[in-house]
């Protein structure tokens, strides 16, 4: 079960890195669009904003939520 919680957490980690990045990237956009008068970029970066928060936040509930119950069988 160790090595099974271990991937869990690796994948926790990059999930929440890459909805991270996303957020990030979708900031970028929206700034940049807002500085030029863009509105589909600002809506391309909000959109990118929020997804990327959602992917992060409920990636790493659910890869937390396999962790738990995996160490639940385990004892």
């Not at 970028?28 to 863009?38: C, V």
């Amino acid at each position: 079960m160790d090595t099974a919680v271990s991937v869990f957490r690796i994948v926790q980690v990059v999930v929440g890195i890459t909805g991270l990045v996303w957020v990030l990237t979708g900031a970028i956009d929206f700034f940049g669009g807002r500085n030029n008068n863009d509105s589909m970029r600002q809506e391309k970066g909000g959109n990118s904003m929020v997804n990327g928060g959602a992917v992060g936040v409920i990636g790493a509930a659910v890869c937390q939520a396999i962790i738990t119950m995996l160490q639940s069988i385990s004892v």
